[in-house]
């Protein structure tokens, strides 16, 4: 007897039902393997300079080559960042020496690693399977106000350059410092005369860190796309580090891209001890998890679900509140300005369900569960930067 139009449509039904569980545990996957996935903004390098290692994996800190290859991740700006401490001549020679270490790292990890400075090597390097890696610079202090400077860091492979940390100089002015009142505020003639020449190089400006007033200076100066490679959204999250909306309004206009932080104390309010505390023992509890399905499979998903539902029922910062700052974001500046600036390994503590580098697929995962198409999935997690390194680096006049 044949069967029924009724009877194969209920079959139908019943095997979506089954099935459909582990076809979106595959889609999320796939997709995010196959998409380019770039990270704004990562601090590991700091803790090569403290003797650390980023060639093994390890079980210290957000990040190494083989977590990068794990979390999915194709293209990692590192920063070089000198500690307060060194002032100077001794910053100079600090920052030169990052940039030395990593490339050391390179030469010993051909197979692993390639550092780019325009559009076409990065293609490359990701289509060879290596991690694309981009030197920026973030905060000027190490240049010393000196013009040579930047053309020096430019010979050795600069291609980002965040113009000031937490603190200000005689050419632009931090978020911290104007957000106190106790600066003026802006770019001085030297800050846009650097703005036109890192415009001339093909260099991307960084604006996080930067203060309300040198942004909108540097927005007025420079010829290009410009981008905050690890800030957040200030209209979820008050705080000095992160865009308010006109800022990111601004980006779109500009063509630029804000690359959202993952640093929890720019998600949320009142992080105090108790509540890191708590977030620390879900993340404990991830890594539990983590030991008993090393297949991260469907009770893996359903059971990180779990966590995260008892996560944001708490108030706690997680995989959920970044979707949060990364809708506002998008809602506000558009889908194509918007991207991923973790911050990794410059920040004390994660939200849940992100403890490292390789959780990041499921970040990807909870952007499809929230509805974004694959096409602007791929724009988040990395086609937008891809667009305006492209255009910047390949604009070069020097």
């Excluded at 007897?1 to 449509?9: E, H, V």
């Excluded at 780019?116 to 610079?137: E, K, M, P, Y």
């Excluded at 791929?378 to 006049?397: H, K, Q, Y």
């Amino acid at each position: 007897m044949k069967n029924s139009r009724s009877d194969i449509f209920f079959t139908c039904i019943l095997l979506l039902l089954l099935y459909a569980p582990a076809a979106a545990q595959q889609d999320f996957m796939q997709l995010h393997r196959e998409a380019v996935v770039v990270d704004g903004h990562n601090d590991v390098l700091g803790r090569v300079m403290r003797g650390g290692d980023m060639e093994s994996w390890g079980t210290h800190g957000h990040s190494d080559l083989p977590r990068f290859a794990r979390g999915g991740l194709d293209v990692q700006i590192f920063s070089i960042w000198v500690p307060s401490r060194e002032r100077g001549e001794n910053a100079w020679r600090f920052a030169l020496a990052e940039i030395d270490s990593l490339k050391a790292i390179a030469a010993r990890n051909p197979d692993r690693l390639g550092l780019v400075t325009d559009a076409g090597q990065l293609r490359r390097a990701v289509g060879d399977g290596l991690i694309a890696g981009i030197i920026g610079l973030e905060g000027g202090r190490c240049i010393d106000g000196r013009r040579e400077r930047i053309l020096t860091l430019y010979e050795r492979g600069m291609r980002s350059f965040g113009l000031t940390w937490n603190y200000s100089s005689d050419w632009a002015t931090c978020s911290k410092d104007e957000s106190t009142g106790k600066v003026k505020g802006g770019l001085s003639a030297k800050g846009r005369g650097f703005v036109r020449l890192l415009d001339s190089l093909g260099v991307l400006i960084d604006v996080s860190h930067l203060g309300e007033r040198s942004f909108w200076d540097v927005l007025e100066t420079s010829q290009h796309p410009i981008f905050a490679s690890h800030s957040a959204c200030r209209a979820l999250r008050d705080h000095h580090r992160n865009l308010t909306d006109r800022q990111l309004r601004a980006l779109s206009e500009n063509g630029g891209v804000v690359m959202i932080n993952f640093y929890p104390g720019f998600l949320v309010n009142n992080l105090n001890r108790s509540r890191r505390n708590l977030v620390q023992r879900m993340h404990d509890r991830h890594a539990e998890l983590k030991r008993q399905h090393p297949e991260r499979g469907a009770a893996y998903l359903s059971a990180v679900d779990d966590l995260l539902k008892q996560a944001q029922k708490r108030g706690l910062p997680s995989l959920y509140t970044i979707a949060d700052h990364i809708d506002h974001a998008v809602q506000v500046a558009g889908i194509d300005h918007v991207g991923l600036g973790s911050d990794f390994d410059g920040i004390s503590i994660t939200p849940v369900g992100l403890r490292d580098v390789t959780d990041l697929p499921l970040l990807t995962r909870v952007l499809q569960q929230r509805g974004y198409s694959e096409a602007a999935i791929r724009n988040i997690l990395g086609e937008n930067f891809l667009r305006i390194f492209s255009a910047v680096t390949g604009s070069a006049t020097r």
